[in-house]
């Protein structure tokens, strides 16, 4: 997996490098994850992008809770935005991606045929902060069909484009965007959804958090996973974990450290279930 730390001179490196390809295209394909759609969105994109197109896709939503996505999704569209959810790895939702591509750039077509400009293509970038799964969208949009255009001498310097049909060439390197780290609980939230690098949150102080907030808002699951009795505070939960899975210690102590480890890949994994871990309401 690629992670990537950040350092003020990469954010300096990441802005500069959206401002030079925004410059390019009509539209911003901002990737969040389903599972904290909040926690995962760029806090300064939509200032950049201002007067682009904007689309926001709800990625990795096979490991997302559907209701929530489903109430995520008309929240977002309620506030005018563009919004669908898909399962890039498995291709899933990638014709939606492709219309709403289109409808939210009616506009800018529209514009273009007041002004007699006959079939320019809409010019897209895939944007979203490390392992948001950028590359994977790019891929699954792409197809084996498509036809990269090469680059264009003067304006797309350096630049390739993936035509996906007619009417829309893809920009064929991803922009990076910086998480927040400023909240705590943002954080918690990327670190947990593997967004950012685990050593931001020791794993079992990591563990321990969303043991709390599985057992709090997906009651059962824990006990349909492993067996174990629920309601048990989160230190003793890890201790219980160890056991049942025999994770040990010499001398037969609990393995702490590895039932942490577990239960994150667990829960990464989507081996405890579809689950979200924001709402609209704000959990
Ligand atoms: P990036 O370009 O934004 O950095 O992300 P990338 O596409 O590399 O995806 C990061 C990880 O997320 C990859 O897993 C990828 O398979 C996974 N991923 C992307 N989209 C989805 C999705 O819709 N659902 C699920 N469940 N996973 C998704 P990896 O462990 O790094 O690699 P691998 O397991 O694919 O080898």
Not at 113 to 136: C, E, M, Q
Request: hydrophobic residues 40%; positive net charge; charged residues 30%.
């Amino acid at each position: 997996m690629k992670q990537l730390q950040w350092y003020p001179g990469h954010m300096a490196k990441a802005l500069r490098q959206i401002k030079e390809d925004l410059k390019l295209i009509d539209l911003v394909v901002e990737l969040v994850d389903a599972r904290v759609p909040l926690a995962s969105s760029n806090p300064d994109i939509r200032q950049l992008t201002n007067g682009k197109a904007h689309l926001c896709v709800l990625n990795k939503a096979d490991l997302a809770d559907p209701d929530r996505t489903d109430e995520f999704l008309r929240s977002f569209r309620e506030q005018g935005m563009y919004a669908v959810a898909v399962d890039a790895r498995e291709k899933k939702g990638v014709t939606a991606v492709r219309s709403a591509v289109q409808d939210a750039c009616r506009e800018k077509r529209e514009r273009d045929a007041r002004r007699g400009i006959k079939n320019r293509p809409v010019r897209a970038l895939v944007a979203g902060i490390p392992n948001i799964g950028k590359s994977t969208l790019i891929n699954s949009l792409a197809g084996k069909k498509s036809a990269k255009t090469g680059n264009k001498p003067g304006v797309t310097k350096g630049k390739q484009w993936i035509r996906l049909s007619k009417g829309l060439e893809l920009l064929d390197s991803p922009g990076i965007l910086w998480p927040k780290f400023e909240d705590a609980r943002v954080g918690f939230l990327l670190a947990a959804t593997l967004s950012i690098r685990d050593e931001i949150l020791p794993t079992e102080e990591l563990a321990l958090e969303l043991y709390q907030e599985i057992a709090a808002h997906y009651p059962g699951r824990i006990r349909e996973k492993y067996g174990m009795e629920e309601g048990l505070p989160a230190e003793e939960a890890l201790q219980a974990l160890a056991q049942a899975r025999n994770l040990l210690k010499k001398g037969g102590e609990s393995d702490t450290m590895r039932a942490a480890a577990l239960f994150l890949d667990d829960f990464r994994s989507g081996k405890l279930g579809r689950i979200s871990l924001e709402s609209m309401a704000g959990v």
